[in-house]
C-alpha cells in the first residue's frame, strides 16, 4: 500500500539559517532519491500553524513512497533525511495510508486512495493554490478559524505549512475520527464562512483534499514520543 510520509524538523540557533538554506539546495537530491513518487517541501505557519507569519524553526518534508518498507529504508538510509536529523533539535515523521483523495497538485494525483474510509484516527490534508486576488479575504477569514480550531478536544495534532508563503498553502490535521473532523468543518461559523466564501469567489486555481490512515509515528516532537503524544491524546477521549 502506498505510505506517504511527513517528516517534521524543528531548529534552533545557527540551525535554522541551516534549514531554510535547504529549501532550495535539497530540492536535487530529494528528486534523485529511488522509488520516490512525489515530494513537496514546506515552510510553516507561526500560533497554530494557520497563519501568513512564517515560523523559522520549524520545516516539514512530504514524500511519497510504494510501501511502508521502501519509506522506512529510505528515510532511514537517504543522506538528505541524516542532514536533517543532525542539524535538527526535534525530528519525527508520521507514516500515512491513502484512504481518499480529490483534486489536483501540480497538475498531478500524488496519492492512491486504498483501504477504510474512515480510519481511527483520521488525518486530514488540504492543500491549495490561491489567486492573488484572493489573497485579502482568505487571510482575513484565518484569525477566526485559529481560534476555534484552538479548542477542538477532538483535534490531536495540527500543523499549517506552505509551498509558496502566501499562495500556496497546506494543512494537515489529525482528529479523533470522521465525525470528530466533519462535524468541526460544519459546525465552526467561521469555517463554514470560509468554505462559502472560497466557493463562491473562486479563490482557488488548485485544490487537493486527501484523508489518511495512520500508520505510524516515529520521533520526538515538542519535547515528547510523538507516537506516546497521540496514544494519550486519542486515550484521553475514549
Known amino acids: ?7 517534521l524538523y524543528r531548529f534552533s540557533g545557527l540551525g535554522k539559517a541551516w534549514a531554510f538554506g535547504q529549501m532550495g539546495l535539497a530540492r536535487r537530491a530529494l528528486a534523485r532519491l529511488p522509488d520516490l513518487e512525489f515530494h513537496k517541501m514546506f515552510g510553516t505557519g507561526t500560533g497554530e500553524g494557520f497563519t501568513p507569519v512564517p515560523n523559522l524553526a520549524v520545516y ?3 514524500t511519497v513512497w510504494p510501501d511502508a518498507a521502501i519509506a522506512r ?3 532511514a538510509e537517504a543522506s538528505v533525511f541524516a542532514r536533517y536529523r ?31 474510509k474512515r480510519p481511527s ?3 486530514v490534508l488540504t492543500r491549495a493554490t490561491l489567486h492573488k ?10 484569525p477566526g478559524i485559529e481560534g476555534t480550531i484552538r479548542e477542538e478536544e477532538h483535534l490531536l495534532m495540527k500543523v499549517g505549512m506552505g509551498e509558496v508563503p502566501w499562495l500556496q498553502q497546506v494543512t494537515f490535521s489529525i482528529w479523533q475520527d470522521d465525525r470528530a473532523m466533519q462535524e468541526f468543518a460544519y459546525r465552526s461559523p467561521h469555517h463554514r464562512e470560509a468554505i462559502r466564501r472560497v466557493r463562491e469567489g473562486g479563490w482557488f486555481r488548485e485544490e487537493l483534499y486527501a484523508r489518511f490512515a495512520v500508520a505510524g509515528a516515529e520521533g ?3 519535547g515528547r514520543p510523538l507516537a506516546t503524544s497521540l496514544q494519550s491524546a486519542a486515550s484521553a477521549l475514549a
Open 60 to 62: 516539514a518534508l512530504m
Open 133 to 142: 486576488r484572493a489573497l485579502s479575504g482568505f487571510w482575513s477569514n484565518v
Open 73 to 75: 529504508t529510505r528515510l
Open 121 to 123: 484516527p483520521i488525518a
Open 86 to 116: 543532525r542539524h535538527a533539535e526535534e525530528t519525527a515523521t508520521l507514516l500515512l495510508s491513502p484512504v481518499s483523495t480529490r483534486g489536483a497538485w501540480d497538475g498531478k494525483v500524488p496519492f492512491r486512495a486504498e483501504g477504510d
Open 1 to 7: 500500500m502506498q505510505t506517504v510520509a511527513l517528516s
Open 220 to 222: 520526538i516532537w515538542q
